[in-house]
C-alpha cells in the first residue's frame, strides 16, 4: 500500500505539470480509489479566471472516467509547490461526493502532514443523501 509521504510526492509531481499562468499556483492531488489505482490531476487555469480546474477536481475526473459512477476514493493528497493547501472549499464539496466514512484527506500546514476525514473538512456539508428525502 503505498504511504502518505508516497502519495504527497506524486501529488508533487503532477503539480509541476500545472498551468497557472495566471496565479502561478502549482497545485497537485493524487487520489487512491477503494479500487486500489492513483488518479492525479493539477490545476488548469484559464484566460476567463472563473473556468480555472482546481488539482483535486481534476483528479476526481479522472478517476470517474476510468473507475466510473461508482468510484471512491480512499486518500487524497493535495501538495502546492512552495506553498501550504488545504483544498478550497468546491473541491472539498467534490470529494464529499465521492467520498466513503473511512476516507481521509492529506496536505501540509506548518511542515507537518495533516490527515483529515470529510466530516473535518465539510462539518455539515451537502451530500448526495440530501436529495433522497
Ligand atoms: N487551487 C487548486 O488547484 N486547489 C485548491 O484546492 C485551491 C486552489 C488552484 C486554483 C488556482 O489555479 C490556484 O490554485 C490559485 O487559487
Given at each position: 500500500m503505498i504511504t502518505d509521504i508516497e502519495l504527497m510526492d506524486r501529488a508533487r509531481g503532477v503539480a509541476?505539470?500545472?498551468y497557472?499562468?495566471?496565479?502561478?499556483?502549482?497545485?497537485?492531488?493524487?487520489?487512491?480509489?477503494?479500487a486500489g489505482r492513483i488518479y492525479?490531476?493539477?490545476n488548469v487555469?484559464?484566460?476567463s479566471y472563473g473556468l480555472t480546474m482546481?488539482?483535486?477536481r481534476v483528479a476526481v475526473g479522472r478517476a470517474v472516467a476510468e473507475e466510473g459512477a461508482?468510484?471512491?476514493?480512499v486518500r487524497a493528497a493535495v501538495v502546492a509547490l512552495?506553498?501550504?493547501?488545504?483544498?478550497?472549499g468546491a473541491c472539498r464539496q467534490v470529494l464529499a461526493e465521492f467520498a466513503m466514512a473511512e476516507s481521509r484527506v492529506i496536505f501540509l500546514s506548518q511542515g507537518e502532514l495533516v490527515s483529515m476525514g470529510m466530516?473535518?473538512?465539510l462539518p455539515a456539508g451537502f451530500a448526495p443523501a440530501d436529495l433522497n428525502g
Amino acid at each position: 500500500m503505498i504511504t502518505d509521504i508516497e502519495l504527497m510526492d506524486r501529488a508533487r509531481g503532477v503539480a509541476e505539470l500545472a498551468y497557472s499562468p495566471y496565479s502561478s499556483a502549482k497545485v497537485g492531488c493524487a487520489l487512491v480509489t477503494e479500487a486500489g489505482r492513483i488518479y492525479l490531476g493539477c490545476n488548469v487555469e484559464n484566460a476567463s479566471y472563473g473556468l480555472t480546474m482546481c488539482a483535486e477536481r481534476v483528479a476526481v475526473g479522472r478517476a470517474v472516467a476510468e473507475e466510473g459512477a461508482g468510484m471512491r476514493w480512499v486518500r487524497a493528497a493535495v501538495v502546492a509547490l512552495g506553498l501550504e493547501f488545504p483544498p478550497c472549499g468546491a473541491c472539498r464539496q467534490v470529494l464529499a461526493e465521492f467520498a466513503m466514512a473511512e476516507s481521509r484527506v492529506i496536505f501540509l500546514s506548518q511542515g507537518e502532514l495533516v490527515s483529515m476525514g470529510m466530516s473535518e473538512l465539510l462539518p455539515a456539508g451537502f451530500a448526495p443523501a440530501d436529495l433522497n428525502g
